[in-house]
């Protein structure tokens, strides 16, 4: 295991289309978390799963967004209805337990056009 | 007010100088820091991982923290034009779910 994994690295859409992005997190690690970072900017926190179970949301992640972590393993971020303000880096990460180092993937760039 | 600053830059240095990045933060609670190096369209690396106050070293790298003051500091000796990125601090506590991050630095090392 190399790290984590994000799928796909780019993405063009059209405004009003929907996204599914895909992150796999480090063999093992229980945390997962979604960011979203816009340039220059540092990453803004979207959501946190710890297994299965999304324990927290940021009050960024209106209701077109939606993530999921089925079975405790990868997770998935779908941003339904597009908009350009979506445009941005979407970063995951992942880390073995409660203060531990969390490790991001190489994230997924999403253009709204 | 944020509740972790960092200075913007961009940071501009020749090459084999003593780099120092800052944040400074508001909450006391936050006990855990860390230093990230991202890469221009590439996600933050992971280069430093800090429990409470003081030093830790890793080769050309120092974190330094300081409780008291709630300031945080990366220094990087002799460095090098591939040490140019954008460095984020940032933070958590032992109850929190997410990191907190500064906006990050740009640093430019000039051969």
């Not at chain 1, 220059?40 to 803004?44: A, T, W």
């Given at each position: 295991?190399?790290?984590?994994?994000?799928?796909?690295?780019?993405?063009?859409?059209?405004?009003?289309?929907?996204?599914?992005?895909?992150?796999?997190?480090?063999?093992?690690?229980?945390?997962?978390?979604?960011y979203r970072q816009t340039l220059?900017?540092?990453?803004?926190f979207l959501t946190y799963f710890q297994n299965e179970a999304q324990l927290e949301k940021s009050r960024l992640l209106s209701d077109r967004f939606s993530a999921e972590r089925p079975k405790g393993s990868f997770s998935t971020l779908e941003i339904q209805r597009t908009e350009q303000g979506d445009s941005a880096m979407y970063l995951c990460a992942s880390s073995a337990d409660r203060n531990t180092e969390a490790f991001f993937g190489q994230g997924t760039r999403l253009t709204v056009v | 007010q944020k509740e972790v600053e960092q200075d913007p830059g961009p940071l501009s240095v020749p090459e084999g100088a003593i780099v120092s990045l800052n944040c400074t933060y508001s909450n006391s609670a936050f006990q855990y820091f860390m230093w990230y190096r991202q890469y221009s369209r590439k996600g933050p690396e992971l280069l430093m991982y800090t429990y409470s106050s003081g030093n830790k070293e890793d080769g050309r790298f120092t974190a330094q923290v300081d409780k008291s003051s709630k300031y945080i500091s990366l220094f990087i000796r002799d460095s090098q034009p591939s040490d140019s990125a954008t460095y984020l601090c940032a933070m958590w506590y032992s109850s929190a779910s997410k990191i907190?991050?500064?906006s990050g630095t740009r640093l430019s090392i000039r051969p």
């Open positions: 295991d190399t790290g984590v994994s994000q799928d796909p690295r780019h993405k063009i859409t059209k405004r009003g289309q929907n996204v599914t992005f895909r992150c796999d997190p480090i063999s093992e690690h229980n945390r997962l978390y979604w220059g900017q540092g990453p803004e | 907190i991050f500064g």
